[in-house]
């Protein structure tokens, strides 16, 4: 068959490919994985040769290894980690040292392989690649225990494969600046002062990367919101940690992991940012290794001769055992049920590119011969074959045994339905972000944006610039893939018209930003939060960012006495819960004992997972005193209440002066939560009035009081 050589159509070859593979596949019912390392080696030059494996193939190909390493670090539980080092470096030895000592000790015995050959034959098969992985975010189960261990092992047996390769290419070659500076003396001092300087350079990249690189993204990410520059950045900061570890004498794709894991952070999983990386990520690179691992692959050498079949039977088999080993001895280890064992075996028994890479090396010191060579090619198609099937396996049964549990446990009857009221643009972009945060990604449901200009003459410039912010809005949730419904609505009373889209959206919430115009009104409230809270029962988050929201380091709260007594007690922690588990940051908890042992019980039940701390604040005066401990990169959630509600207090009425006077540039969040009863503005008599003035006259006389 004709080879194509046009760079235009062998990309449009590659695009049908990534287009048609998972099509072809769902239609076999198999995994679209091993639809791409098919077609790959179906077009290769060991297929019908209708591609060449030519630059582009190399390079598309280790972006797409980087991008797979890269998303692991970045989508991992940090939390999990910290939990559970013990279980990541037990699994993690596991899996690096049995299938070693096997591949090892049978290599020698079987094969009658070398020292040397059987060793780097045993890094190869200690080592594995996540090809998998993919399957793991279709499924939703990035932040699975056993996904989150299989992600950890496998980057620790891949540093020690690699570390011992280097000293495998350390002592046969003399080639290198380490080698040279090191060739006067005698055998051991050079492999001391080899392996202090290796240390070295790996302790400088570790600092300096867990020391810059967060400084470098939080400064980045303050000052430019622009999406394609703050991808930009993201994607810079990955390739100069693989390119440093690969100066340092490691593969590239252990610094595309680690600055995965130091970005972790900062790139929440629902933002818009993520969004674009795993996109690009699953729509071309990742497909383009793929297809270029399969193109490595020859089957007519399997047809030759024994020699070959037997290696490759040989490696398959033993690599491939020792991977199961290590991964269901871990589990009784860890007490885990099996079908998280499968998961860790599906995900760590893959090899692919970092394989092709060890074994050139072996080559290169001439310590491989054609039939290993050929034997770690036909190697990986197997490997990869067994993974994707196992992996894909394991996350349908995770998923079913989860469904079942929380229908079981948990009936759906999640009422929520939040409602963005956004009037300012510097403000509103943070609005969505914070409602992507905090919103049950589970129920799937859209946001509600709205925008209520008053009914005067201006109202149709007013209500243009609304659309347009809208239109911004709604563009930005849909970066996110989350629905979002949008009003612009007149009104001569901006409060009703709150409340009347309120009710005819059937939401359940709002989130809205605090004014920041103080030129059209002095007071705190602004114009109409006072009356839009007192006239709705439901809960009204109030919010006001000085920087972006995935820099919050943590998250400091402060709950009112008999908080927990409000009907709307249990939203807004869920809230706070979800925005902490996402962010990733500590969330501390002010308030009496009884109100804070009940928050502790709460998250022990439904986020075990998160950094927590309480304090006790045994009264709402020393709320002040708060201020010292609020940095410019901490949250402050002030949970107030409506007049006459069980956690009311006199004190709550200082609350703005305390605020303008203390937490002056800082991130704040008011939270009014949900209470009982129906909406205020259906009902009223002489005894409960749907209006509240701001301050009665004997407020203003306490207020001087306390200031005397």
């Known amino acids: 068959m004709h080879q194509i050589t046009d760079p235009t159509l062998t990309f449009f070859v590659v695009l049908l490919i990534i287009l048609m593979a998972p099509i072809v596949m769902s239609k076999l019912r198999i995994p679209h994985i091993i639809g791409m390392v098919l077609a790959g080696m179906a077009v290769g030059p060991y297929g019908l040769g209708v591609l060449e494996r030519d630059a582009s193939f190399g390079i598309f190909g280790q972006v797409g290894l980087y991008y797979i390493m890269f998303l692991a670090g970045l989508e991992m539980d940090m939390e999990s980690v910290k939990r559970s080092k013990r279980n990541f470096l037990v699994f993690g030895l596991l899996t690096c040292l049995l299938p070693l000592a096997l591949t090892y000790v049978v290599a020698r015995l079987s094969l009658g392989y070398s020292h040397a050959t059987s060793f780097l034959l045993g890094c190869i098969m200690a080592s594995n690649t996540l090809i998998a992985y993919p399957i793991i975010g279709r499924y939703g189960l990035q932040k699975h225990p056993s996904v989150a261990l299989s992600v950890g092992s496998s980057m620790i047996s891949l540093f020690l494969a690699l570390v011992m390769l280097a000293a495998l290419t350390a002592r046969y070659t003399s080639d290198s600046p380490e080698s040279s500076f090191l060739s006067g003396l005698s055998q051991p001092v ?331 009104t002095p007071k705190f409230w602004g114009e109409f939060i006072q009356s839009l809270y007192n006239g709705l029962n439901r809960q009204i988050m109030l919010i006001r960012f000085v920087q972006p929201l995935n820099t919050i380091r943590r998250i400091e709260v402060a709950v009112p006495s008999r908080a927990e007594f409000e009907p709307g007690f249990r939203r807004w922690l869920e809230r706070l819960c979800r925005i902490a588990g996402v962010l990733e940051c500590l969330i501390e908890f002010h308030g009496r004992g009884e109100s804070l042992t009940l928050i502790g019980e709460y998250i022990k039940a439904n986020h075990k997972g998160m950094r927590t701390k309480y304090t006790v604040m045994d009264h709402w005066n020393e709320l002040p005193n708060l201020a010292a401990n609020i940095a410019k990169d901490h949250l402050f959630v002030v949970v107030t209440a409506r007049k006459g509600t069980i956690s009311y207090k006199n004190a709550l009425e200082r609350l703005p002066d305390e605020l303008q006077q203390h937490f002056s540039g800082k991130n704040l969040m008011i939270v009014f939560p949900d209470q009982y009863g129906s909406q205020k503005e259906d009902r009223m008599s002489f005894t409960e009035a749907q209006h509240h003035e701001e301050s009665s006259i004997y407020d203003t006389i306490l207020r001087l009081i306390h200031k005397k």
């Open 190 to 520: 050079s492999q001391v002062l080899f392996w202090l300087l290796f240390l070295l350079k790996l302790a400088a990249f570790l600092a300096g990367s867990v020391f810059l690189i967060p400084r470098l993204t939080r400064y980045f990410l303050r000052r430019y919101s622009d999406a394609v520059m703050q991808y930009i950045f993201v994607m810079s900061v990955m390739f100069l940690s693989a390119a440093l570890t690969t100066a340092i004498g490691l593969e590239g794709i252990v610094g595309a992991f680690i600055s995965g894991l130091i970005l972790n952070r900062y790139i929440p999983k629902v933002s818009p940012l993520m969004n674009r990386i795993e996109f690009i990520g699953n729509a071309l690179f990742i497909p383009y290794f793929l297809i270029g691992v399969g193109m490595l692959i020859n089957v007519r050498t399997v047809l030759e001769g024994d020699g070959v079949l037997w290696v490759v039977l040989f490696i398959a088999f033993i690599g491939t055992f020792g991977k199961a080993l290590a991964a269901y001895a871990s589990s009784l280890i860890f007490r885990l049920p099996q079908r998280d064992g499968n998961m860790m075996f599906g995900l760590t028994s893959a090899h692919a590119a970092g394989a092709i890479a060890m074994v050139m090396v072996g080559l290169r010191l001439d310590i491989v011969n054609d039939d290993m060579l050929n034997g770690v090619v036909m190697m990986i198609l197997v490997t990869c074959v067994i993974s994707t099937l196992v992996t894909e396996w394991s996350a349908q049964s995770i998923i079913l045994h989860e469904k079942s549990h929380l229908l079981a446990e948990k009936p759906d009857a999640d009422d929520e339905k939040i409602l963005l009221c956004v009037k300012y643009p510097e403000i509103a972009p943070q609005l969505v972000s914070l409602s992507l945060l905090m919103r049950n990604q589970r129920l799937n449901r859209g946001l509600v944006a709205l925008n209520v200009v008053y009914d005067d003459e201006q109202a149709p410039a007013l209500r243009e610039q609304g659309l347009r912010l809208l239109e911004t809005l709604q563009q930005q949730a849909s970066a996110s893939e989350v629905g979002m419904q949008t009003q612009v609505r007149l009104a001569s009373n901006i409060a009703n018209g709150i409340k009347h889209a309120f009710r005819e959206f059937a939401c359940s919430e709002i989130v809205m930003g605090m004014h920041v115009h103080t030129e059209v």
